[in-house]
């Protein structure tokens, strides 16, 4: 969590770097003009606010993870045998990724049919995400990982849910998107979002990738090597 | 000096940077007044719903005290009830009252009118953060009708006993409990991201950073760390929902109960710890910047002068912000942790009061030699400056291991925190609502009332607090229900315990004044006009008092100077407000600083 933090203290002490805190406003009046003037940040609030919103939601995740490994160093941890069908819906969600961005490009062009096309497979792949995800659980408590079996087994179902969850959460935005689109016969309004929508499914992607290289103890060293140098 | 002035003037003026931002008009009195997407109106009801909540806490501490002061009594007071109204007090204060308060009342209300902002970036969003902030509220509320009634686990709802038969409010208290702070989390997200965003990217022309007020910056840089502080209480909240209402074991370590082995296995109570301070750490900050930046707007505006070193002021700000998510585990000392981690965190702990005395300094020569005018914001403010001191040098104590271990489980740490973080804080809302308050309605609130509201406040507040230090040093234990005999404890502290409990009801009586005052001159106050306390910052220049929809008519304001031009000499006023364009005997007055 705390090199997380670090990251994003490194980006705002970049960014506060840029805007005079060493100024000295009692002396200056009138307004700032020039290269030596503050500069804002030129994106958009829309794309600011997601920004932050990934930052918030990244700080969820990485302390999820934290709870993980502090957890695991626990003797009654067992571990936990990953059914193969993560892999597969791994693969849904990539596609998904990759649809939504086809979505971006063909947007920016003013690809209408093919931006709707994107948009559409973009959505029913992440769906399809969703179920596989379910599919997943339903295998594990048939195989009888209850929740409450092990800690490992909880984790599993947390960690999966939070992650699916925030899908469906995307899912939300991209129908409230698509809604808007067919709304207005001007694609460049939705372009916007179209990309915010492309942006929060690389993040989904992201996140995803790691919390299956933790899961399937992948990242195992990792975690080790972090609980080396905090102890 | 004079080479600076010539070259920083600018009168051009350069276009837009922003362009303006298209309102949503409400178009019926529901969506005027109720459902309303105005940051203004928005601020009022987090305000009022804030306040209200928070009367409701004050009544459990006067249980609280009642049983303290007199055991055995009361009929309605049992050991569970005391411990749902510690619990029920703690949490509200602390969070549904003071984070609501500084950063859903004031944030909503100051940053946009201080930064020249028409509303929030996204204020759809920012309806919706309130209407889920009054729903966490009310599920709050609801969980004192459940069966069992509230939560009575403690502020910090600790594991393993939080979740287990025995506390009160077992069966269903927690369970809402911790829903409410879920669905909070959720809603103080929704309203941060959109503060966050505001101040970045809804500044009007020329308001820098360093021109924007320390109000705003102690806001801004709150609701910071609060969104990368909170996640870790929902991480925490929804694990143990989990271990309550599905039998995991993340914080629950294998348990016998009454003879019972119970289902849970393996899982770890300081684990759960970690998560709580990592959040309740930084959330003292996040209630202490923004009542920094209050007090020191309310101190340069009643002292008519430029606040004291405002740049290291800002810097002090930022330096607390980023300490404060290096300290949390001194509220560990006592749970058994590997002891070189104390020394480390001891070590940050003493470090954080660096900027904090820094901050203290920059305030008392603000003062010195100020045209101090003791108004009722500023007595306030004064009275802070003095409560945080005492708070905070008990805090020094706290801080270094081997004190805060026979100290821990004692009244001093309640003293302590009450100063710091209760007391404190609260001074600041006050001193705020009696400064902003001619903004918010277009009348001042009344001089004789709010005196009596003053000084019973302050010094009942010291009459309260300063004995339970001697207290917590005789060894008098904090948390218990009854002290019974003990051979440590003298009479003389029951008499001690008697005298503070009459404190507190005669101080929690005296906020009925308060409150009678907000409405009584609402009708009945002396009307303020646009600029009651001749301040500089933007939201004293808005063309309309109180500021109609979208604040600034027709033209947004540019911003010339910083916030601080207070008695500037050769000037013909003893303020310039921060949109008036420099002129030639301005500039005269630079050369002159």
């Not at chain 2, 309605?441 to 507040?461: D, K, P, S, Y």
């Not at chain 2, 306390?533 to 540019?558: C, D, F, I």
Request: proline residues 6%.
């Amino acid at each position: 969590m705390l090199a997380f933090l670090a990251v994003l203290a490194t980006i705002a002490a970049w960014w506060l770097s840029q805007q005079g805190l060493a100024a000295k406003p009692w002396l200056e009046e009138g307004v700032p003009v020039g290269p030596r003037a503050p500069r804002r940040i030129s994106t958009e609030p829309a794309k600011l606010g997601l920004g932050l919103f990934l930052a918030v939601a990244g700080a969820l995740f990485v302390l999820l993870i934290s709870g993980y490994f502090m957890r695991k160093g626990l003797p009654d941890w067992r571990p936990l045998p990953m059914p193969p069908l993560l892999f597969v819906t791994t693969g849904v969600l990539a596609a998904s990724s990759l649809l939504l961005r086809l979505a971006r490009r063909s947007a920016e062009r003013g690809a209408r049919e093919e931006t709707q096309l994107a948009l559409t497979a973009g959505a029913a792949t992440a769906i399809v995400f969703v179920a596989g995800q379910m599919a997943a659980w339903r295998q594990m408590l048939e195989g009888g990982f209850g929740i409450a079996g092990n800690p490992s087994n909880t984790f599993f179902y947390l960690l999966t849910g939070v992650h699916a969850l925030h899908v469906l959460g995307g899912l939300a935005a991209l129908a409230w998107t698509f809604a808007k689109m067919r709304e207005s016969d001007d694609l460049a309004s939705t372009r916007s979002p179209i990309g915010l929508c492309a942006l929060y499914w690389d993040f989904l992607l992201v996140v995803w990738l790691v919390l299956l290289a933790i899961l399937t103890g992948f990242a195992d060293g990792l975690g080790e090597i972090c609980g080396r140098l905090l102890s | 000096m004079v080479d600076v002035t010539a070259r920083t003037i600018e009168t051009a003026v350069p276009p837009a940077e922003v362009p303006d931002v298209e309102l949503y008009h409400p178009k019926s009195w529901l969506t005027t007044w109720v459902f309303s997407q105005d940051a203004k109106i928005i601020a009022i009801q987090y305000s009022m719903t804030a306040l209200t909540i928070g009367l409701v806490a004050l009544v459990a501490s006067w249980l609280i005290r009642l049983q303290l002061a007199f055991p055995n009594t009361f009929s309605f007071m049992d050991a569970a009830t005391y411990y749902q109204a510690v619990t029920v007090h703690g949490m509200i204060m602390v969070i549904y009252l003071l984070t609501a308060v500084f950063l859903g009342g004031f944030g909503n209300y100051l940053i946009p009118l201080m930064i020249g902002a028409r509303d929030m970036v996204f204020p759809y969003v920012n309806m919706l953060s309130y209407w889920i902030y009054l729903a966490a509220v009310l599920v709050l509320v609801a969980s004192f009708f459940a069966p069992g009634g509230p939560t009575g686990a403690g502020w910090t709802l600790y594991p393993p006993q939080a979740i287990l038969e025995g506390t009160p409010g077992y069966s269903a208290g927690i369970i809402l409990m911790l829903a409410s702070l879920i669905l909070f989390i959720i809603g103080f997200t929704m309203g941060g991201l959109n503060y966050v965003v505001t101040v970045l990217q809804g500044r009007t022309r020329g308001m820098t950073l360093m021109r924007m007020p320390l109000t705003v910056w102690g806001i801004f840089t709150a609701t910071v760390i609060a969104l990368l502080a909170f996640p870790a209480l929902f991480v925490g909240a929804v694990m143990m929902l989990l271990d309550r209402a599905l039998g995991t074991s993340f914080f629950m370590p294998a348990i016998i109960q009454a003879g019972e082995h119970l289902k849970y296995n393996g899982g770890s109570p300081i684990l759960f710890q970690h998560l709580f301070w990592f959040f309740g750490h930084p959330e003292v900050y996040i209630v202490a910047l923004p009542a920094f930046g209050m007090v020191s707007d309310l101190i340069s505006t009643h002292a008519r002068k430029n606040i004291f070193g405002y740049r290291m002021m800002v810097w002090a700000i930022i330096s607390i912000a980023v300490l404060s998510f290096v300290v949390w585990a001194h509220h560990m000392y006592v749970s058994g942790m590997y002891p070189a981690f104390g020394f480390f965190f001891a070590t940050t702990t003493l470090i954080i009061a660096v900027p904090t005395a820094l901050k203290v300094y920059n305030w008392v020569l603000t003062l010195w030699r100020g045209d101090i005018h003791l108004t009722v914001p500023m007595l306030f403010a004064i009275a802070f400056i003095v409560t945080f001191v005492n708070g905070g040098l008990t805090g020094l104590f706290l801080g270094n291991v081997v004190v805060d271990v026979p100290l821990s489980d004692t009244m001093f740490v309640v003293a302590h925190f009450h100063m710091v973080m209760g007391v404190a804080p609260i001074l600041v809302v006050f001193g705020a609502i009696y400064h902003w308050y001619p903004k918010i309605t277009g009348r001042m609130l009344n001089e004789v009332m709010g005196q009596v509201h003053f000084w019973i406040t302050f010094l009942g507040a010291y009459a309260i607090f300063f004995p339970m230090h001697y207290l917590g040093l005789l060894g008098v234990p904090r948390r218990y229900f009854e002290i019974g005999q003990t051979s440590f404890v003298p009479p003389s502290a029951e008499t001690l315990n008697i005298f503070i409990t009459v404190v507190a009801l005669v101080v929690g009586i005296a906020q009925l004044v308060f409150v009678f005052n907000l409405f009584w001159s609402l009708k009945k106050g002396r009307e303020s006009g646009p600029n009651p306390w001749r301040a500089t910052s933007l939201e004293w220049q808005t063309p309309e008092t109180p500021p109609g929809h979208g604040n600034w008519g027709k033209e947004l304001p540019v911003v010339y100077r910083w916030a601080y031009d207070y008695s500037v000499p050769g000037a013909e006023q003893d303020f310039i407000p921060q949109n008036e364009p420099p002129s030639a005997l301005n500039g005269a007055r630079a050369a002159g600083h």
